[in-house]
């Protein structure tokens, strides 16, 4: 489903390029939860981006289905983004003038009809946020904004999800609400990459790695547990 093959990717420094990816290579198949930990620095945010073609690799290729993203044009790449996966980011990116329901539906390229609507109520019940559907981000908790934030990666039924610490600012019972989400789209059939700092809320089900000087290693047993 989704795969990368020798990727690397740098930033400049002061003192010249730093090396945050390595020749990294992995895969996800389809109904897969990978969950990539690591601690602030080692470059989690740097490869969900890349892996979701946000940020070109220096060198390296990332396949969805066959497709390698960075041989498209920008504009493709950005119509595939925008069909094929969802986002969920720490930050929420929420538009902070449009009610829930007006974010969720945001995420949606072209244009919305009744069944996308009804749609996006029945995902507003599902995750607990149909008395919220009206307000505005600024007047919800941050388990209720990220749990939007999820409703619109969700709507346009992507085919991978990417989370960037999606429990990141929530308490352990909200970061829990969000984790069941993803392994309920997981079990759909969809594939999920996660990355984060923590071991908290991760489901038993998912393989878990550790982003090390740049390359991915599989955890061992005792260091999956919290």
């Known amino acids: 489903?989704?795969?990368?093959?020798?990727?690397?990717?740098?930033?400049?420094?002061?003192?010249?390029?730093?090396?945050?990816?390595?020749?990294?290579?992995?895969?996800?198949?389809?109904?897969?939860?990978?969950?990539?930990?690591g601690p602030s620095g080692a470059g989690k945010?740097?490869?969900?981006?890349?892996?979701?073609?946000?940020?070109?690799?220096?060198?390296?290729?990332?396949?969805?289905?066959?497709?390698?993203?960075?041989?498209?044009?920008?504009?493709?790449?950005?119509?595939?983004?925008?069909?094929?996966?969802?986002?969920?980011?720490?930050?929420?990116?929420?538009?902070?003038?449009?009610?829930?329901?007006?974010?969720?539906?945001?995420?949606?390229?072209?244009?919305?009809?009744?069944?996308?609507?009804?749609?996006?109520?029945?995902?507003?019940?599902?995750?607990g946020l149909a008395s919220r559907e009206n307000h505005r981000p600024a007047a919800l908790s941050a388990g209720e904004r990220q749990r939007t934030a999820l409703a619109r990666a969700l709507l346009k039924e992507p085919s991978v999800m990417l989370a960037d610490e999606p429990a990141g600012n929530l308490d352990p019972a909200n970061g829990a609400v969000v984790f069941q989400h993803l392994e309920d789209y997981r079990r759909k059939g969809g594939t999920v990459i996660v990355v984060t700092h923590g071991t908290e809320s991760i489901p038993a089900t998912a393989r878990r790695l550790r982003l090390e000087n740049g390359v991915l290693l599989e955890e061992s047993v005792s260091a999956q547990r919290p």
């Open 45 to 127: 945010t740097t490869l969900l981006l890349t892996l979701g073609g946000m940020l070109r690799p220096n060198s390296g290729s990332v396949m969805l289905d066959g497709q390698d993203l960075y041989s498209l044009s920008a504009a493709d790449r950005a119509r595939l983004r925008n069909r094929r996966i969802g986002f969920v980011f720490q930050l929420f990116h929420l538009v902070p003038y449009l009610s829930v329901h007006e974010n969720i539906l945001a995420g949606l390229p072209g244009s919305v009809d009744g069944t996308l609507r009804r749609r996006a109520s029945g995902l507003l019940e599902e995750l």
């Open 1 to 37: 489903m989704l795969s990368c093959r020798q990727l690397s990717r740098d930033y400049r420094g002061p003192q010249g390029p730093v090396r945050v990816l390595r020749e990294l290579s992995f895969e996800a198949a389809r109904g897969d939860m990978v969950v990539i930990r």
